[in-house]
C-alpha cells in the first residue's frame, strides 16, 4: 500500500524522536562506486590455500555498505564469510543487528538471521526472522514486522511472511501481510506495495470508510499507478451500501507545452434510481509557442440530481450549471485575440428555458493598448463579436466596438487620468424577437471620465518604524443616455454593488447594456504598515457614488434609479496582538437609512492546529448567518474540532460538526460527526467519518482531514 512520505533519519519525527542507532567503527570514506571488498581487523590468521580466521573486530565495507561483527571466518574456496553473534551492516538508507551473518562475495549476497532493521529514510523498523541483501541493492525479508513507531512502542506493525525492497524503485512489496492495530488485525491482504522513499510509486492509497443518509455505507480504496514521469492515473473502486459499486477514475498528464487531466465516474445500475448514471470531466492546456494558448475545460454528468445524490460538498451539489468551454488565444506587447466556444449543461430544475444561459458559438474578441503613443496618449481598443444560440427566446449575434484614448499625468504622488471612449454594439440575425421589434439593432455611445488618485505617507505618531497612508480616489464618468429598450439581453446582469464595482463605468456587467450616468465615484483609504518589512496592520476604506442625474437604462423588469448617492460603503482590515484578525464589511443604504450588508470575521491562529474563527454574515432579506469553528488542542495528544453555522433568516442549522483527534508519534485518529444541507432544494444529510492514520504507512478511513480543512478557516491537518 502506498506510503505517505515521512521524516529522513535523524530529524524528530511528528515530535517524537528518531532512534539512535550504534554507530559503526570509524572507517575511510567509501566510494559508492568502488565495487572491491575492503576489509579492516584487529586481529587475523590467513591461510593462503584455505581463507582466514578474523578476531578482535572485523569490518567488511563494499562502496558505502560496511558489515561489522566481532569476528569471523573467510572459505577461499566458496569466497564465504561466516560472521559471529553481534554484526551490525549499514548503508546509506539500512541500518541491520542481526545474530549472525553469511556473506558471499562471488555472489555479492549478504544473509543476516535474527535481524532488527531500521530504513532510514521513512524512517521505519522492524524485525525479521531472515534478511538478505543483493549486489543490486535489492533486500529480502522473511518472517518480518514493519512499523514507525519507535522502539518500545509497538501500537501499530505490518506483518508479512515475506517482503521485498527495491531501493532504486524505493518500493517495498509484502505478501501475506496483516496490519495489527493495538494488538488487533485491522487488515489482511495476499499482496501489498508501500514507498520507502518520498518518490510516486504505483499502490494502494488513502482506504476510506463513512456513512451518509444518502449513500449509507461507503468504502473506497484508490490504486495509484504511476505509469510514467509526466502521467499518471488513479482507479478508485467506490462502494455505496444504498447505491452499489461505482468506478471512479482519474488520469493526469504533462508534456513539454501540454498538460491535463481527465475524471470519469460510472455508476451502473443505481440501487435507489435503477440509472445508470456517469461523470466525465476534462481539463488541458497547451502552450503552442509565439504566445499561443489553448485551453478545454468541461464536465458532463448522467442527471441533474447526480452531485447531490453522490457527493458530500455543499460547494458541489449547490451547482446551477456545469460549463464547457474551448478558448485559443495569444496574448503579445501590444495586442489580444480570443477565439472561445462555450456551453453548460444546466442542472438547477427550477430554471425555466429563459433563465438558462446561452451557447456562445462562437466567441471573437481582440484588444490592443498601445501605452504612450502618438500625442503622448494611450490608445485602446476592443472588439469582440459573439455568436449566442439558445433552444429558446431570442437568439443571434452581437458585434460590439470600443476605441478609446487617456491621458495619463503624474505630479508629486498625485495621477490623473482623463479618458474618452466611444462603444459601439450592433445586433445581426435576431430571430424568435417580439412582434414589431427590429431584428438589426445598434447604439451608439460616448463614455467620459476622469480618474485622480495620490498616495500620501507619514510616520505613525508613537509607533516607532510605522507608516500610515491616505489614498483617497475620485473618478467622474459621463455617460448620456441612450434607448436600449428594443436590445436583446444575452449575458448581462446588474452585479452587487461593492468596492469593486465602485470605479466601474458601466454599471452592468455585460455587453448588452451601457447604464447613462452622470456620476462622481469617491473612495478613501488608509493602511498602517511596518516600514520595515511591510507587513500591514491596518487598512480602512471608505466609498460612495454621487448621482447628478437620474439613470433611466435598465434591463426588462428592471426600475430606474433616481437617486442622489449610492449606498455608503465601508471595509476594516485588522491585524493585532500577533494572532488576531478582523474583517468588516458594511453597506449603508442613506436613504432607507437601513443596512444592506453587512459580514465581519474575527480569527485566533496560533498555528495550524490552535484556530478559532467566529463570522457573521448579512444580506437584507437574503441572509443573516452566524458561523463560529475552531480547532483546539486539550492536552498533548488530543484536541477537538468543530463548526456550527446557523441561519439566523431561516431559523436552521445549515452545517454542523464536531469532533475528536488523537496523535502520538506514529498513529492518529479522528472521528468527526457532520449534519448540513446537501441540496439546492434545502435537503439535509448527515455523515460520519473515522480516519485512522498510520503515520509512515497510511491513512484508513474516510478523508476527515480534508472535511476539516475546508469547514475551519485556517486549520491544517498534520
Known amino acids: 500500500m502506498a506510503a505517505e512520505p515521512a521524516a529522513p533519519a535523524g530529524r524528530l519525527l511528528l515530535g517524537c524522536p528518531v532512534d539512535a542507532l550504534p554507530e559503526v567503527p570509524d572507517l575511510p570514506a567509501g566510494d559508492p562506486l568502488d565495487q572491491r571488498i575492503e576489509i579492516f581487523t584487529g586481529r587475523a590468521e590467513v591461510d593462503l590455500d584455505s581463507g582466514a580466521l578474523f578476531e578482535n573486530d572485523v569490518s567488511i565495507r563494499r562502496g558505502e555498505a560496511v558489515l561489522t561483527a566481532p569476528g569471523g571466518r573467510y572459505d577461499r574456496a566458496t569466497g564465504r564469510f561466516d560472521l559471529e553473534d553481534g554484526l551490525r551492516y549499514r548503508d546509506p538508507v539500512t541500518a541491520v543487528d542481526g ?65 521485498d525492497i ?47 443518509e444518502s449513500r449509507g455505507v461507503e468504502f473506497q480504496i484508490p490504486y495509484y499507478l504511476n505509469l510514467a514521469p ?17 468506478l471512479l477514475s482519474e488520469f493526469r498528464y504533462l508534456w513539454p507545452g501540454h498538460s491535463g487531466e481527465i475524471a470519469a465516474e460510472y455508476l451502473p445500475n443505481d440501487d435507489t434510481t435503477g440509472d445508470d448514471r456517469y461523470l466525465f470531466g476534462w481539463e488541458h492546456q497547451s502552450h503552442l509557442g509565439r504566445g499561443w494558448r489553448a485551453t478545454l475545460d468541461g464536465e458532463a454528468v448522467s442527471d441533474t440530481r447526480y452531485f447531490e445524490d453522490l457527493y458530500g460538498s455543499l460547494s458541489a451539489t449547490s451547482q446551477t450549471h456545469l460549463e464547457r468551454i474551448l478558448e485559443i488565444e495569444r496574448y503579445a506587447d501590444l495586442w489580444s485575440v480570443l477565439a472561445r466556444f462555450q456551453s453548460f449543461e444546466t442542472l438547477d430544475e427550477s430554471l425555466v428555458g429563459a433563465d438558462k444561459p446561452y451557447r456562445r458559438a462562437p466567441q471573437l474578441a481582440a484588444g490592443m493598448y498601445l501605452p504612450d503613443g502618438l500625442l503622448g496618449l494611450d490608445w485602446r481598443l476592443d472588439g469582440d463579436f459573439t455568436v449566442f444560440e439558445r433552444n429558446t427566446g431570442t437568439t443571434g449575434s452581437r458585434l460590439h466596438l ?34 414589431g421589434v427590429g431584428e438589426d439593432p445598434s447604439r451608439s455611445t460616448p463614455v467620459w471620465s476622469v480618474d485622480a488618485g495620490a498616495v500620501f505617507e507619514r510616520g505613525a505618531r508613537g509607533t516607532g518604524g510605522w507608516l500610515q497612508t ?32 465602485l470605479f466601474r463605468r458601466n454599471r452592468f456587467l455585460g455587453l448588452d447594456r451601457i447604464g447613462d450616468t452622470d456620476q462622481l465615484n469617491i473612495g478613501l483609504t488608509s493602511r498602517v504598515i511596518d516600514a520595515d518589512d511591510g507587513t500591514q496592520y491596518l487598512t480602512a476604506t471608505v466609498g460612495q457614488t454621487r448621482f447628478f442625474s437620474s439613470q433611466d437604462v435598465t434591463l426588462p423588469g428592471g426600475d430606474r434609479i433616481d437617486s442622489n448617492s449610492s449606498d455608503w460603503l465601508a471595509e476594516l482590515g485588522l491585524n493585532f496582538r500577533r494572532n488576531w484578525k478582523l474583517d468588516l464589511g458594511y453597506q449603508w443604504n442613506n436613504e432607507d437609512s437601513n443596512t444592506q450588508r453587512a459580514q465581519g470575521r474575527l480569527q485566533y491562529r496560533r498555528d495550524g492546529r490552535h484556530v478559532a474563527n467566529l463570522a457573521y454574515r448579512y444580506r437584507r432579506d437574503e441572509v443573516e448567518e452566524i458561523d463560529v469553528s475552531a480547532a483546539w488542542p486539550l492536552s498533548a495528544r488530543w484536541s477537538a474540532v468543530g463548526r456550527y453555522d446557523y441561519s439566523l ?70
Open 402 to 435: 470600443a476605441p478609446g484614448i487617456a491621458l495619463p499625468m503624474e505630479y508629486r504622488g498625485l495621477r490623473i487620468e482623463p479618458a474618452v471612449a466611444v462603444t459601439h454594439t450592433a445586433y445581426y440575425d435576431l430571430k424568435n424577437r417580439d412582434p
Open 649 to 718: 433568516l431561516e431559523d436552521e442549522v445549515l452545517e454542523r460538526f464536531v469532533g475528536i483527534e488523537y496523535q502520538n508519534c506514529c498513529w492518529g485518529l479522528r472521528l468527526v460527526y457532520r449534519n448540513y444541507v446537501a441540496s439546492r432544494s434545502g435537503e439535509k444529510d448527515s455523515a460520519i467519518a473515522v480516519q485512522l492514520v498510520l503515520k509512515g504507512l497510511t491513512n484508513v478511513g474516510d478523508s476527515a482531514d480534508r472535511l476539516l480543512e475546508r469547514g475551519i478557516l485556517g486549520y491544517e491537518a498534520d
Open 99 to 163: 545474530r549472525d551473518a553469511t556473506f558471499d562475495a562471488q555472489a555479492g549476497r549478504l544473509r543476516i538471521d535474527g535481524a532488527q532493521y531500521h530504513v532510514l529514510t521513512v524512517p521505519a523498523r522492524g524485525s525479521a526472522g531472515t534478511i538478505e541483501i543483493e549486489r543490486d541493492r535489492q533486500l529480502h525479508l522473511r518472517d518480518v514486522s514493519y512499523t514507525t513507531c519507535a522502539t518500545g512502542d509497538e501500537d501499530w506493525l505490518l506483518r508479512a511472511g515475506r517482503i
Open 470 to 501: 491616505l489614498e483617497p480616489r475620485i473618478q467622474y464618468v459621463h455617460i448620456p443616455f441612450s434607448a436600449q429598450d428594443d436590445l436583446p439581453v444575452f449575458d448581462t446582469i446588474e452585479p452587487d454593488f461593492n468596492m469593486v464595482q
Open 166 to 212: 527495491n531501493r532504486d524503485t524505493g518500493i517495498a512489496t509484502a505478501r501475506n501481510a496483516r496490519l495489527v492495530f493495538m494488538g488487533v488485525p485491522i487488515l489482511y491482504t495476499p499482496w501489498i506495495a508501500y514507498p520507502v522513499t518520498n518518490e510516486r510509486t504505483t499502490g494502494f492509497l488513502l482506504p476510506a470508510l463513512g456513512r451518509s
Open 230 to 246: 509526466n502521467y499518471d492515473a488513479t482507479l478508485t473502486p467506490r462502494y455505496m451500501s444504498q447505491r452499489g459499486l461505482e
